[in-house]
């Protein structure tokens, strides 16, 4: 069963728009990451958001987190080209006891120059 | 930052052959991870591995597949015999411990025929 879903398929915006992936996730967690994967590449980690926080900043990148609606958001202001990439919301499970990560399907975004 | 190497890149195989997939996680890290994504899917846990054991695994950890890290050197996953199924690209990561960042590395493409 998927534990984590983020709730669009792909997304384009122009260069310098602002945009929002978010995320639905199914149990209680620990810990949410947002990921990047470019073509060919594997994921980076842009943030890791824990269970008792409700915001994070990475630079231009910034992350939220509802415990209680299970959802997150990563938004990314004055995007690039080169964020163009697909972003993968991947939760842990606090029932497991141990770290794993599971991830959604992705939203493709596409910033058009 | 740090970095975490896959040998080979890419691995086509017969059919029932063997093949090891090989990871050099970051030096100081303590848990290892793979993960399997086929192409334009999402990427799914296989199995973690942490002070020699496998912690946990999930049902695509078929019986066919092992993994290993002998003496601090390469993780390794093996899988024999090989399936059509099993192709796909494969992803190792590591952590420095328990809830914190995953380091991904470029992944290696497996192709069975």
């Known amino acids: 069963s998927q534990l984590a879903e983020e709730n669009s398929w792909a997304l384009s915006v122009h260069e310098g728009e602002s945009v929002t992936v978010n995320c639905s996730y199914k149990t209680s967690i620990t810990a949410l990451q947002w990921y990047r994967q470019k073509s060919g590449k594997g994921p980076a980690q842009l943030i890791l958001i824990r269970s008792n926080e409700r915001e994070k900043r990475n630079g231009r990148l910034r992350a939220t987190l509802d415990t209680s609606s299970q959802s997150s958001s990563l938004s990314i202001t004055a995007t690039r080209c080169e964020d163009t990439a697909v972003y993968f919301c991947?939760?842990?499970?606090?029932?497991?006891?141990?770290?794993?990560?599971?991830f959604g399907k992705g939203t493709s975004l596409t910033v058009i120059p | 930052g740090p970095k975490v190497l896959q040998i080979p890149s890419h691995q086509i195989i017969d059919m029932g052959q063997m093949v090891t997939l090989n990871c050099d996680p970051v030096?100081?890290?303590?848990?290892f991870y793979w993960y399997k994504q086929i192409l334009g899917q999402q990427m799914e846990f296989l199995v973690n591995f942490y002070n020699g054991k496998v912690m946990e695994k999930s049902k695509l950890f078929k019986d066919q597949f092992s993994v290993e890290r002998p003496d601090g050197s390469y993780f390794t996953l093996k899988i024999q015999p090989t399936a059509l199924e099993d192709s796909a690209v494969y992803f190792c990561?590591?952590?420095?411990?328990?809830?914190?960042?995953?380091?991904f590395g470029p992944g290696t493409r497996l192709t069975v025929l």
């Open positions: 030096s100081n890290h303590l848990y």
């Open positions: 991947a939760t842990d499970s606090s029932n497991t006891g141990y770290q794993n990560f599971y």
């Open positions: 990561a590591s952590s420095q411990d328990r809830g914190y960042e995953q380091y």
